[in-house]
C-alpha cells in the first residue's frame, strides 16, 4: 500500500525543471509532499486535497489526479537549495487521524 | 517557539536494554506520530495519537510502546531493543487531520 515514487533518483543542473511523481495503488483524499536535507527531518511543501484544494509553498507546484490516483511535484528553474530527498505521504481520508503513508523517496541533486 | 524537540539526540544500546525517546511540541497540536526511517525505506509509523491519553498502532508498531499523559509529550519505549530497531526515530505533530506534519530533528539509534 506504500505508494511509488518516481524517478527513484534525479541529477539536474542549476535552472532545469524536474517532476517527481507518486501512484498509488489505493483511492486518495490527501497528498502531502516533505522535503528532507541529508541530516535533518523532513520539512513540509504542500498537501493537495480531493477536490482541487492545495495548501503549501509559494514557489513550487504540483498536480494531483485523483482518478488516476497519482500526484506530481513540479520543480521549476531549480536552484541548488531544492537538492535532498522528496517524499510524498498519502492519504485515503477514511480514519480521520492524520496518518500518512509515505513513498521510499525521490532523490534529487542539483549542479552548479 | 522551540517547534517540536526530541531526546536524546543520539544514543547506543546494547541488545535488550531498555530505553524512551522523548518528544515535545509547544504549538498545542492534538495529532502527534512517531515514525522510523531506514535506508530506501521512507518513514514508516509506529505509534500515532490524536488527543492526550490515546493511542493507537500504526504500520510497524511491534516492539514499541508509547504513552501520551499530556498533550504536548509524546513518548517512545523500547522494552527490549533489538539490532532491527537500529533506525533514525523522527516524532511529528499536526494540527489536525490534512494538515502540515512539522517534524522534530530526529533521534539516531543504534543497537549492538
Known amino acids: 500500500q506504500q505508494p511509488v515514487q518516481s524517478p527513484q533518483a534525479v541529477i539536474l543542473r542549476e535552472g532545469e525543471d524536474a517532476v517527481i511523481n507518486c501512484s498509488s495503488s489505493?483511492?486518495?483524499?490527501?497528498v502531502h509532499w516533505y522535503r528532507q536535507k541529508h541530516g535533518e527531518a523532513p520539512v513540509f511543501l504542500m498537501i493537495?486535497?480531493?477536490?482541487?484544494e492545495q495548501k503549501g509553498h509559494d514557489k513550487i507546484s504540483a498536480s494531483f489526479n485523483e482518478k488516476k490516483q497519482q500526484s506530481s511535484l513540479y520543480l521549476t528553474a531549480s536552484q541548488l537549495s531544492y537538492s535532498g530527498t522528496y517524499f510524498c505521504?498519502?492519504?485515503?481520508?477514511?480514519?480521520?487521524?492524520?496518518?500518512?503513508?509515505f513513498g521510499q523517496g525521490t532523490t534529487l541533486q542539483v549542479k552548479p | 517557539n522551540a517547534g517540536v524537540t526530541q531526546t536524546p539526540k543520539f544514543r547506543v544500546l546494547k541488545t535488550g536494554q531498555s530505553m524512551t525517546l522523548l518528544c515535545a511540541q509547544d504549538?498545542?497540536?492534538?495529532?502527534m506520530y512517531w515514525y522510523r526511517q531506514d535506508p530506501g525505506m521512507g518513514l514508516r509509523l509506529i505509534h500515532y495519537?490524536?488527543?492526550?491519553?490515546?493511542?493507537a498502532k500504526g504500520e510497524v508498531p511491534d516492539g514499541y510502546n508509547v504513552s501520551r499523559l499530556k498533550k504536548q509529550n509524546f513518548l517512545l519505549g523500547l522494552e527490549s531493543a533489538a539490532p532491527s530497531q537500529t533506525s533514525v526515530y523522527f516524532c511529528?505533530?499536526?494540527?489536525?487531520?490534512?494538515?502540515?506534519?512539522?517534524f522534530g530533528p530526529g533521534t539516531r539509534l543504534t543497537v549492538t
Open positions: 511529528a505533530s499536526s494540527y489536525g487531520d490534512h494538515y502540515e506534519q512539522y
Open positions: 489505493k483511492a486518495l483524499y490527501s
Open positions: 493537495l486535497l480531493k477536490g482541487g
Open positions: 495519537s490524536v488527543g492526550e491519553g490515546t493511542t
Open positions: 504549538m498545542n497540536h492534538e495529532y
Open positions: 505521504g498519502t492519504s485515503d481520508g477514511s480514519s480521520n487521524t492524520g496518518k500518512l503513508i
